[in-house]
């Protein structure tokens, strides 16, 4: 150990005529830990929610979506299908017939969306529909068609598996006293939960060719959705798609679909980052103070060590390694507490929020290791710079007038 690291110690620890010295360090020490733990627990925060809709979102629907401008469905689709698999990047495509229906349960009914899917194709790409809350995937061919609600649209309705539910389409058909609406009846054969509320509360899920008979859609569907390998690169694979399907047909990302929602979610983390991390920058004048303390406290020793034969930088290094060793010990104080308050919010769901609002029951705290990466860095960078002032006034305290009344 080299003995400016070994004074740079001593000065730190606690002695009877230096208590004051001691409290003050420890504030500093303080003051950095809690401004880490709380910009850990922040951004995990923000980034543990925008994870979970994101995920929860692109779990039930499509990276990227491919629908007619004209709302009169597209036709020759496999084809369409064909050339969209294709494309390097695309992970599964799969067309979707939809519509608003209403739906009507044992208990009372509700409006929502019923969704025709090719169940083969869709269980591939989702877990909720390999993991049923309850029941089965309808069989094709049965007597009686099935359906698939989401678990809370059955509760709004009062439906169980094995019940009777009757869907009335927004498309009509003619009869002797004008245009009625479309009627079915399906039997429930399964209840699916995605965790997105808005989904599971609202949506019917019956086989493709059912959905494309009920809902007049003859041999056409309503969209194409898409799901890629790096949803990241969805501008760049759409550019891609865009030259093989019809004029009539348009494209929509996942990222234009919830635009406004991610775009306030990385407006809120990068001011919560800013504004806490004033936290770390007001606890790094404490380093400053305790330093300017220290420096007069220990004019005398200073003074001493010049004399021996120290040089300014050898002072200099001193201050800074003290300033270094309370940023240090701070920062990993900080980022400890911080990683456990996470840990124990995640295992024990301790921040309930109202599903309905928020897609999600409670809030999740992830960390990116780039983002812990870059709170370390900045915490230590601002606590390294504030010893730069206190060392340099130490280096230039004259030995003279510093043991002339010694």
């Given at each position: 150990?080299?003995?400016?690291?070994?004074?740079?110690?001593?000065?730190?620890?606690?002695?009877?005529?230096?208590?004051?010295?001691?409290?003050?360090?420890?504030?500093?020490?303080?003051?950095?830990?809690?401004?880490?733990?709380?910009?850990?627990?922040?951004?995990?925060?923000?980034?543990?929610?925008?994870?979970?809709?994101?995920?929860?979102?692109?779990?039930?629907?499509?990276?990227?979506?491919?629908?007619?401008?004209?709302?009169?469905?597209?036709?020759?689709?496999?084809?369409?299908?064909?050339?969209?698999?294709?494309?390097?990047?695309?992970?599964?495509?799969?067309?979707?017939?939809?519509?608003?229906?209403?739906?009507?349960?044992?208990?009372?009914?509700?409006?929502?969306?019923?969704?025709?899917?090719?169940?083969?194709?869709?269980?591939?790409?989702?877990?909720?529909?390999?993991?049923?809350?309850?029941?089965?995937?309808?069989?094709?061919?049965?007597?009686?068609?099935?359906?698939?609600?989401?678990?809370?649209?059955?509760?709004?309705?009062?439906?169980?598996?094995?019940?009777?539910?009757?869907?009335?389409?927004?498309?009509?058909?003619?009869?002797?006293?004008?245009?009625?609406?479309?009627?079915?009846?399906?039997?429930?054969?399964?209840?699916?939960?995605?965790?997105?509320?808005?989904?599971?509360?609202?949506?019917?899920?019956?086989?493709?060719?059912?959905?494309?008979?009920?809902?007049?859609?003859?041999?056409?569907?309503?969209?194409?959705?898409?799901?890629?390998?790096?949803?990241?690169?969805?501008?760049?694979?759409?550019?891609?798609?865009?030259?093989?399907?019809?004029?009539?047909?348009?494209?929509?990302?996942?990222?234009?679909?919830?635009?406004?929602?991610?775009a306030a979610?990385?407006?809120?983390?990068?001011?919560?980052?800013?504004?806490?991390?004033?936290?770390?920058?007001?606890?790094?004048?404490?380093?400053?103070?305790?330093?300017?303390?220290?420096?007069?406290?220990?004019?005398?020793?200073?003074?001493?060590?010049?004399?021996?034969?120290?040089?300014?930088?050898?002072?200099?290094?001193?201050?800074?390694?003290?300033?270094?060793?309370?940023?240090?010990?701070?920062?990993?104080?900080?980022?400890?507490?911080?990683?456990?308050?996470?840990?124990?919010?995640n295992a024990?769901e301790l921040?309930?929020?109202?599903?309905?609002?928020?897609?999600?029951?409670?809030?999740?705290?992830?960390?990116?290791?780039?983002?812990?990466?870059?709170?370390?860095?900045?915490?230590?960078?601002?606590?390294?710079?504030?010893?730069?002032?206190?060392?340099?006034?130490?280096?230039?305290?004259?030995?003279?007038?510093?043991?002339?009344?010694?």
């Amino acid at each position: 150990m080299n003995y400016e690291l070994f004074i740079a110690k001593r000065y730190l620890t606690a002695k009877r005529k230096q208590a004051f010295i001691s409290v003050i360090t420890f504030i500093s020490i303080l003051g950095i830990t809690i401004g880490v733990m709380a910009l850990i627990i922040a951004i995990a925060l923000i980034t543990g929610f925008q994870g979970d809709v994101q995920e929860k979102l692109l779990g039930s629907t499509s990276h990227i979506l491919v629908s007619d401008i004209e709302r009169e469905g597209l036709k020759d689709y496999p084809q369409l299908i064909k050339k969209i698999e294709n494309i390097e990047g695309v992970k599964s495509v799969s067309p979707v017939a939809l519509d608003r229906v209403l739906i009507r349960g044992p208990s009372q009914s509700l409006g929502g969306m019923l969704k025709g899917v090719d169940f083969d194709l869709e269980k591939e790409e989702s877990t909720w529909l390999q993991e049923l809350q309850r029941g089965q995937i309808p069989v094709p061919g049965s007597k009686r068609e099935g359906i698939l609600l989401g678990r809370d649209a059955a509760i709004s309705i009062g439906a169980g598996v094995g019940d009777i539910v009757e869907v009335l389409s927004s498309s009509s058909r003619l009869s002797p006293i004008g245009p009625i609406p479309k009627r079915k009846r399906f039997v429930v054969t399964g209840i699916f939960y995605t965790g997105l509320y808005e989904f599971d509360s609202s949506t019917a899920l019956i086989w493709l060719e059912t959905a494309q008979k009920f809902l007049g859609l003859e041999e056409g569907i309503s969209y194409i959705q898409i799901k890629i390998n790096d949803i990241f690169q969805a501008p760049k694979i759409s550019e891609k798609i865009i030259k093989v399907i019809p004029p009539q047909a348009y494209i929509m990302t996942w990222m234009e679909l919830n635009k406004s929602l991610f775009a306030a979610l990385k407006l809120e983390k990068n001011i919560m980052f800013l504004t806490i991390a004033l936290i770390v920058l007001v606890a790094a004048l404490n380093i400053i103070a305790t330093l300017i303390l220290m420096v007069m406290e220990k004019t005398r020793d200073i003074g001493i060590l010049i004399a021996m034969g120290a040089t300014a930088q050898n002072i200099k290094k001193i201050f800074f390694l003290q300033g270094a060793i309370i940023g240090i010990i701070g920062t990993a104080s900080g980022v400890i507490l911080g990683m456990i308050w996470c840990w124990l919010a995640n295992a024990f769901e301790l921040i309930k929020v109202p599903v309905d609002i928020y897609q999600i029951s409670f809030v999740p705290f992830h960390i990116k290791p780039f983002d812990l990466i870059l709170i370390v860095g900045i915490t230590l960078l601002i606590s390294f710079l504030s010893t730069l002032f206190p060392s340099h006034r130490a280096s230039k305290i004259n030995p003279v007038m510093a043991l002339k009344y010694e």
